[in-house]
């Protein structure tokens, strides 16, 4: 196993367009996180999933963003109408039976 | 979650132990202490956590005060490799709070 995998790596948008992430845990790994970063601060909860439910959102998720988790495997993060502030890394990570969380490279947006 | 509180940065000679502390004066008795560490253009990498006993791995030590009000994390013997920032954060709950963390430079 190659660990958390995110795609795509890098994304420049236009402001206004929609834009969907990916990310793919560790096998196994029932428990999926995502987190949004921004240059000079240190990762912003967003959401969380068990398995496929939706167990936690931050208010940091505004009604623009939305995440899914359909088969419990791989999930989603879109985010609609992008604005400019929403430029920032978007990380995934992972948990199974332990508390610590495994997280991917990331997926950079720049929304112009 | 109890709020942590580290030096935005930190020096360390390659070769020597790299101590970084952390004060979470706030924690509760099921509060556990996590570190992280974010090299540049990665995503966050797990290092060690524990409760309340001191706690070592391959990567690094972490000693806890008997409080548990304060805690330090030891890499024994730094890399250049090692420059990153390290992140102390205490938790029960599923999502991690993450502050600005510790700019650790290795320098040779």
């Known amino acids: 196993d190659t660990g958390v995998s995110q795609d795509p790596r890098h994304k420049i948008t236009k402001r206004g367009q929609n834009v969907t992430f990916r990310c793919d845990p560790i096998?196994?790994?029932?428990?999926l996180y995502w987190y949004r970063q921004t240059l000079g601060q240190g990762p912003e909860f967003l959401t969380y999933?068990?398995?496929?439910?939706?167990?936690?959102k931050s208010r940091l998720l505004s009604d623009r963003f939305s995440a899914e988790r359909p088969k419990g495997s791989f999930s989603t993060l879109e985010i609609q109408r992008t604005e400019q502030g929403d430029s920032a890394m978007y990380l995934c990570?992972?948990?199974?039976?332990?508390?610590?969380?495994?997280f991917g490279p990331g997926t950079r947006l720049t929304v112009t | 979650d109890a709020k942590t509180t580290q030096p935005p940065s930190m020096d360390c000679a390659e070769g020597r132990a790299a101590n970084l502390p952390c004060n979470h004066s706030?924690?509760?008795?099921?509060?556990?202490v996590y570190w992280y560490r974010q090299i540049h253009s990665q995503g966050p990498q797990y290092i060690i956590h524990?409760?309340?006993n001191n706690e070592t791995n391959e990567m690094a030590s972490l000693i806890i005060t008997e409080d548990r009000k304060s805690s330090t994390l030891i890499l024994p013997h730094a890399t250049l490799r090692d420059t990153a920032v390290y992140y102390c954060?205490?938790?029960?709950?599923?999502?991690?709070?993450f502050g600005a963390g510790t700019r650790l430079t290795v320098k040779p």
């Open positions: 096998s196994e790994h029932n428990r």
């Open positions: 999933f068990q398995n496929e439910a939706q167990l936690e």
């Open positions: 706030t924690i509760s008795g099921n509060e556990y």
């Open positions: 990570a992972s948990s199974g039976t332990g508390a610590e969380q495994y």
């Open positions: 524990g409760l309340k």
């Open positions: 954060i205490v938790r029960v709950n599923n999502d991690m709070r």
